[in-house]
Nanobody
Framework: QVQLVESGGGLVQTGGSLRLSCAASGRTLSSYVMGWFRQAPGKEREFVAAINRSGSSTYYTDSVKGRFTISREDAKNTVFLQMNSLKPDDTAVYYC?????????????????WGQGTQVTVSL
């Protein structure tokens, strides 16, 4: 079993950048497909980005393509989400998630382990 802890959230102005980190303990991250999800107030948790176990393939929801980049450094047991050109619609709690297996999914229910989340707020 793996434990995940997110960090790097905060308050930023429109157009700014943040880099989220997800540190894992308990098991090596190379065993998992990794994803980032977000949940805004009153809305369901939604897929943001995912990366396969080798790091060779990445996947994004349309609204963040070209602005966000997911990456992994298995030697540091950490996954990152670089967020550029942030917009107020990006405001949400961002969650890191891990999935046993090799297939990358976008559905929340497919992920087995979750962090506690980190708040990202983008002001006008």
């Amino acid at each position: 079993q793996v434990q995940l802890v997110e960090s790097g959230g905060g308050l930023v102005q429109t157009g700014g950048s943040l880099r989220l980190s997800c540190a894992a303990s308990g098991r090596t991250l190379s065993s998992y497909v990794m994803g980032w999800f977000r949940q805004a107030p009153g809305k369901e948790r939604e897929f943001v980005a995912a990366i396969n176990r080798s790091g060779s393939s990445t996947y994004y929801t349309d609204s963040v393509k070209g602005r966000f980049t997911i990456s992994r450094e298995d030697a540091k047991n950490t996954v990152f989400l670089q967020m550029n050109s942030l917009k107020p619609d990006d405001t949400a709690v961002y969650y890191c998630a891990a999935r046993d297996g090799n297939i990358v999914y976008r559905e929340v229910r497919r992920y087995d382990y979750w962090g506690q989340g980190t708040q990202v707020t983008v002001s006008l």
